[in-house]
């Protein structure tokens, strides 16, 4: 059996030698992989990664061509991944590597999706935490979906539940919702979350809010539902204020005119509109931006990765491969200081099986390709 761990990684230069050095301690009797998704980063965690390939062909890479989001990376480690149970897991070491034997003996049971459920948010804020739990049930009740809060992207999923959520191909993605609405079994394992090991969250307020409304607005059409109530609710108020007018002008002198009921009414009907507006608005644009079928992501350098036989749905493949099948690392797009100045570089398993020498003789530096 084989356990593939995916891992996106944006900026986690800090984070990357404790992760790999843990998963070795964590998975010792475990036939594993691990597949590093690189979206986009700007530190030296491409450098670090590419290294740690050379030195042991478990450690696979998948580079992107630029920032493509959390959601995209997890879903090509998702599409690269050849394991029989497949974890995804973030590298800032807040997804214990200790918990990944445990979640197998419930995968042997027979779940589809083992879900750890976090029992306890270190160094979170109270803030954090409130709107968290906020959401999760405002989303369950919209959504008609069985969203368990305090779940998040960290989970281990069978054969048949990766290769499920591999024909869900749209573009605005939420992966915990995607996990929810296959409906397989699953089991929730309680643990402790702790504080990052390492650097700084990626998502900030306005991330988290855009990433809040993505997930309300791929499962649940509840928001063009609201503008329908609101507007049904103001339209019975305004007929029955049109109702005391009417009684006033014909029964009693007391009518006098005045702007500020007018200027109310109609500062309330123009945001209930706007409001209504701006939703269907924003589900169209997300309808265009399916008819468009871009690809979720852009591959272009790879490293101890078999590259597919067939082209993958919605996704660019331009990383290079070498005969065996692994893909070679391109860097002709990006500088190449501190990289040694050789012609070609082999992956490890590529090199072993060509008789080069081993990955422990390479020099620790990345050599470029062109």
Same mark, same amino acid.
């Given at each position: &059996?084989? /356990? ?39 530190? +030296? ?15 696979? /890479? ?30 800032? /070491? ?61 989970? /281990?999923?069978?054969?048949? @539940? ?12 939420? &992966? ?6 296959? +409906? ?7 643990? !402790?979350?702790? @504080? ?17 409304? #993505? ?69 169209? @644009?997300?309808?265009?931006? !399916? ?28 990383? !290079?491969?070498?005969? +065996? ?23 490890? #398993?590529? &090199? ?8 422990? @003789? ?9």
């Amino acid at each position: &059996m084989l /356990l593939s761990i995916v891992i996106p990684v944006l900026n986690e230069a800090e984070t990357i030698h404790l992760m790999l050095d843990r998963l070795n301690n964590s998975l010792c009797n475990i036939r594993w992989e691990v597949i590093f998704v690189d979206d986009g980063s700007t530190d +030296g965690t491409r450098g670090i990664l590419e290294r740690a390939a050379l030195q042991d062909h478990r450690v696979k /890479l998948v580079c992107f061509s630029r920032n493509f989001g959390h959601q995209a990376a997890v879903t090509a480690g998702l599409d690269f991944a050849d394991g029989d149970a497949v974890v995804v897991m973030d590298a800032d /070491l807040q997804d214990p590597p200790e918990l990944l034997p445990r979640m197998l003996e419930f995968f042997h049971q027979g779940y589809d999706v083992v879900s750890p459920k976090r029992i306890s948010r270190e160094a979170e804020t109270r803030f954090k935490r409130w709107t968290a739990a906020l959401f999760y049930r405002v989303l369950s009740r919209m959504a008609n979906q069985r969203l368990t809060p305090d779940v998040g992207d960290f989970r /281990l999923f069978s054969r048949r @539940a990766v290769l499920a959520i591999r024909s869900l191909r749209e573009q605005h993605r939420y &992966m915990r919702g995607m996990a929810a609405w296959l +409906g397989l079994k699953e089991v929730f394992v309680p643990f !402790e979350r702790r @504080a990052r090991a390492g650097g700084h969250t990626k998502y900030s307020l306005f991330k988290m809010l855009r990433f809040a409304w #993505t997930g309300v607005s791929s499962f649940s059409a509840f928001p063009l539902r609201i503008s329908i109530g609101a507007g049904l609710f103001l339209s019975c108020a305004g007929f029955i204020y049109l109702l005391r007018v009417i009684y006033l002008a014909l029964w009693t002198t007391a009518l006098v005119p005045g702007w500020a009921s007018v200027v109310a009414l109609q500062c309330a009907f123009s945001g209930v509109v706007l409001l209504a507006l701006g939703a269907i608005g924003d589900y169209v @644009a997300r309808t265009y931006e !399916e008819t468009k079928k871009r690809p979720l992501y852009v591959v272009t350098e790879a490293c101890n990765i078999q590259l597919p036989l067939t082209a993958l749905t919605r996704a660019v493949i331009v990383a !290079e491969p070498w005969p +065996g099948g692994d893909a070679r690392v391109n860097h002709a797009s990006r500088p190449c200081a501190a990289i040694g100045d050789t012609s070609s570089y082999y992956p490890v #398993t590529a &090199m072993q099986a060509a008789g080069h020498e081993t990955a422990a @003789a390479l020099p620790a530096a990345l050599v470029s390709v062109k």
